[in-house]
C-alpha cells in the first residue's frame, strides 16, 4: 500500500499523542518550606546498641568464694562494698539485687530477696560497706530486702551444701518510678522488675558463698 504525505504526517501525530499519554506525569514541585521526604519508611526499627558485660566485685571475698560472716545474720548483717565498672554511655541509673538462688520461695520462679538497691546515680561506682539502714539514701538510692529497708545477710543452714548468694547489676537508660515504702517486699521487687523491662543496657554478676558455721 502506498502512503501518502498526509497519512504518515497523521501516524506520526497518533504516536506522539499516545506516547504522552502513557508517560508517567512528574511529581508537582514541593512547596517552599515543607518538609523533605524520609529517607527510609517511617516506623522502621531502629536497632539498640548491644547490652554491655559490667564489671562488678568486692573486697571481701572473691568472686565465688565463701563470704565472711560479718556480712552474714550470724555476724552483724553488715552489708559488703561493692564496685563496679565498664559502663555504658546512656546510662541513667542502676539497680542492684542481691538474692539466695538455692531457696526458691512461692512457686518456685522466685527466690529469698536479701537486698535490692533501685535508683544508684548514674555517676556511682561504688557502694561502701555497712550502708546506713534506711529506706532512702540521700542520693536518692532506695533499698529493700525481704525484712526491711536495709541488707539482709545470708543465713544457709550448717546442714547440706552452701548456698550461692547472687549479686546483680543492672544499668538502666532511665530512673525507675518505684516508691521506697507502701508496698511489701515482694510487690517492691516485682514492680521494680516490671519497671527495667526494656531499659537493661548492661548486666554484671558477683557470686558469694556461705553455709551456717
Same mark, same amino acid.
Given at each position: ?17 499516545? @506516547? ?9 514541585? @514541593? ?9 527510609? $519508611?517511617?516506623?522502621? /526499627?531502629?536497632?539498640?546498641? $548491644? ?41 541513667? @541509673? ?26 544508684? $546515680? ?44 547472687? /549479686? ?30 526494656? #531499659? ?11 553455709? #551456717?558455721?
Amino acid at each position: 500500500m502506498r502512503l501518502t504525505h498526509c497519512t504518515v504526517l497523521a501516524l506520526a501525530l497518533a504516536t506522539t499523542s499516545l @506516547s504522552a499519554t502513557q508517560r508517567p506525569a512528574a511529581a508537582p514541585p @514541593s512547596a517552599p518550606g515543607a518538609p523533605a521526604a524520609p529517607s527510609q $519508611p517511617v516506623g522502621q /526499627f531502629q536497632r539498640r546498641p $548491644p547490652m554491655v558485660t559490667l564489671t562488678f566485685s568486692t573486697t571481701a571475698w572473691p568472686d565465688g568464694g565463701v563470704m565472711p560472716a560479718t556480712h552474714s545474720q550470724a555476724g552483724r548483717d553488715v552489708s559488703p562494698p561493692l564496685t563496679w565498672g565498664n559502663v555504658p554511655d546512656d546510662t541513667a @541509673s542502676f539497680v542492684i539485687i542481691a538474692h539466695d538462688i538455692d531457696a526458691p520461695v512461692g512457686n518456685g520462679t522466685d527466690d529469698v530477696l536479701h537486698w535490692m538497691l533501685w535508683n544508684i $546515680p548514674k555517676a556511682s561506682r561504688a557502694l561502701p560497706a555497712d550502708l546506713d539502714r534506711i529506706s532512702q539514701l540521700p542520693d536518692g538510692t532506695r533499698q529493700i530486702s525481704g525484712t526491711g529497708p536495709y541488707y539482709r545477710g545470708p543465713a544457709a543452714p550448717a546442714t547440706g551444701a552452701p548456698h550461692h548468694y547472687v /549479686f546483680d547489676i543492672y544499668a538502666l537508660d532511665v530512673v525507675l518510678n518505684v516508691p521506697a515504702v507502701g508496698q511489701s517486699p515482694a510487690e517492691t521487687r516485682a514492680a521494680v522488675m516490671a519497671a527495667m523491662a526494656g #531499659h537493661v543496657r548492661g548486666k554484671g554478676a558477683l557470686v558469694g558463698l556461705y553455709r #551456717h558455721p
